[in-house]
């Protein structure tokens, strides 16, 4: 399908010319890494000294997929990662929906706005980790829908950029709830378990309120707990890691070299934005999100389906269709459509 590809890139290549980059710090102490529609594997191992560098080689070359690293160097484009010179790393958290143990995203193929509901959900509870629990303030929290099924969250901090991998895999042990037991939150007379409290005490308390209503008022009062309430409080520890835990990407956290997609670049599997989003953007709903992720709205392409669609909306768009079916959709869903594999285009 080369006409077809020949067409997205004219389409991605007058959607850089005007892409903003701003939101990309330190762009200069940045490693890059591009993949291309026409060739295998990355390119890597780039700098740029300006955004305007940066945009002029985008639109040059017109990459499917543009990733820069989470990490700043003093010789980012040199091949030698010993060589490069680490300088620190941002935190960064990645929640796909490919690896969410839900019925929404298990075994499906295409995105669907239920999926992306639920790795939505779950990125609420890591903002609600880093803020209650960690002490991260709103402002320092950036949130991005990656383009695809997820949300990459970036922390920008210097005091977070001197982190070692070992000591970003405690962060991630803890949202992860490795290990959690509840006889921690124990002290004596003292229970940390409280709506009141803010970070998991407070949620463990909403939970057991879920779960047991009773068992959490035999919490309250000043006395030491009875041997019997803490095993019933002991064989709640699996479902609350279950349920409290946040599914991250650990790999993508721990990992000071990362290469994370681009603020504002296209995702090349769907055509969609690498978006920044708001927490008020996240509670209007997945919608909104694919909306504002949403480029090439103009005219329609027609296309023949290569299998039966398992799905009846696609970004939004009701689309029916089986194997071999000549349908018409707007151009944003028939690009996503044919690069994900699931249609050829019709000249």
């Known amino acids: 399908m080369p006409g077809f590809i020949d067409l997205v890139k004219v389409l991605?290549?007058?959607?850089?010319?005007?892409?903003?980059?701003?939101?990309i710090s330190d762009l200069e102490r940045r490693e890059f890494g591009f993949q291309f529609f026409d060739k295998e594997g990355m390119i890597r191992h780039m700098a740029f000294k300006s955004s305007d560098e940066?945009?002029?080689?985008?639109?040059?070359?017109?990459?499917?997929?543009?990733?820069?690293?989470?990490?700043?160097?003093?010789?980012?484009?040199?091949?030698?990662?010993?060589?490069?010179?680490?300088?620190?790393?941002?935190?960064?958290?990645?929640i796909d929906g490919d690896h969410l143990p839900t019925q929404n995203c298990q075994g499906v193929e295409l995105m669907?706005?239920?999926?992306?509901?639920?790795?939505?959900?779950?990125?609420?509870?890591?903002?609600?980790?880093?803020?209650?629990?960690?002490?991260?303030?709103?402002?320092?929290?950036?949130?991005?829908f990656s383009g695809h099924r997820g949300y990459h969250v970036h922390i920008e901090l210097p005091d977070v950029r001197g982190l070692t991998d070992e000591e970003r895999r405690?962060?991630?042990?803890?949202?992860?709830?490795?290990?959690?037991?509840?006889?921690?939150l124990i002290r004596g007379n003292t229970v940390l378990i409280d709506v009141k409290l803010r970070g998991i005490g407070g949620r463990l308390a909403s939970l057991i309120h879920e779960l047991d209503p009773d068992l959490l008022n035999n919490l309250g009062g000043r006395r030491r707990l009875s041997k019997y309430i803490i095993r019933k409080l002991n064989s709640l520890n699996p479902v609350i890691s279950e349920r409290l835990s946040t599914h991250v990407d650990e790999v993508v956290t721990m990992d000071v070299h990362r290469l994370i997609r681009m603020p504002n670049s296209l995702h090349g599997k769907t055509g969609l934005r690498v978006v920044r989003v708001s927490p008020s953007d996240l509670e209007r709903g997945v919608d909104f999100i694919v909306d504002k992720?949403?480029?090439?709205?103009?005219?329609?392409?027609t296309l023949r389906l290569t299998k039966k669609l398992p799905v009846r909306r696609i970004l939004g768009e009701d689309v029916n269709g089986d194997e071999g079916s000549i349908i018409k959709v707007p151009t944003y869903v028939g690009i996503y459509l044919v690069m994900s594999g699931w249609g050829e285009p019709i000249d």
């Open 170 to 184: 405690e962060v991630i042990d803890y949202l992860l709830l490795r290990g959690f037991d509840i006889e921690r």
């Open 293 to 301: 992720a949403i480029q090439f709205r103009r005219g329609s392409l």
């Open 12 to 23: 991605f290549r007058n959607y850089y010319r005007g892409v903003d980059i701003s939101e």
């Open 112 to 144: 669907t706005l239920d999926c992306l509901s639920d790795a939505t959900e779950e990125v609420n509870k890591l903002i609600d980790f880093l803020i209650e629990d960690f002490g991260f303030s709103d402002s320092s929290i950036k949130i991005f």
């Open 54 to 94: 940066l945009k002029r080689y985008l639109v040059s070359n017109v990459p499917s997929h543009v990733y820069y690293s989470s990490a700043l160097y003093n010789d980012p484009a040199n091949p030698d990662m010993d060589a490069k010179g680490w300088l620190g790393a941002d935190l960064i958290f990645d």
